[in-house]
């Protein structure tokens, strides 16, 4: 295939390798994406709302995301105790992202991007239909915060779009 001048990818460019090159690995996804990787993680290693002074709590206050922290939580919860089955997250040390959790972190990107009819479609094959409605309400007001912080996860803009998560 080749590429053209205004794809703006040159010999060079079309070349380069993002992250370490290891299938799965973390290291490879933007800073938005980490970070609710991140998040995902940490709230598992936590199981409750974040009290003042724990890691999550002090990761999203650095981030500027405090005010969004409830929103994740109570969403993460739903997930929790209306998932059909449990959802496989990692350590958060562990560099290889889990299937789930990479799909948590495209219906984020759903979420902000108000692709909601695809978004509420995944959640309602996930969970049991109250949980996936709480989860919706609750990733879209996580999300929106993110973009509001330039934390930007939500899909390429156009038809296709909301497709491609």
Known sequence: MESSPEQGLGPLQ????VGCGRPGCACA???SERFVLWALRQWQQDRALPEEGSILHRGFQMAGLLEALPDFAIAMDAFLFGARRAMEIHLPTCSKVSRDEATLV???GLAQGDYD?????SLDVMMAPTASRVAAIRLKAFAV???SAGLRLAPSPGVAGGRLN
């Open 145 to 147: 915060a993110l973009a």
């Open 14 to 17: 079309s070349g380069l390798k």
């Open 117 to 121: 009819g695809p978004l509420l479609a």
């Open 106 to 108: 495209a219906l984020c």
């Open 29 to 31: 996804l933007p800073i």
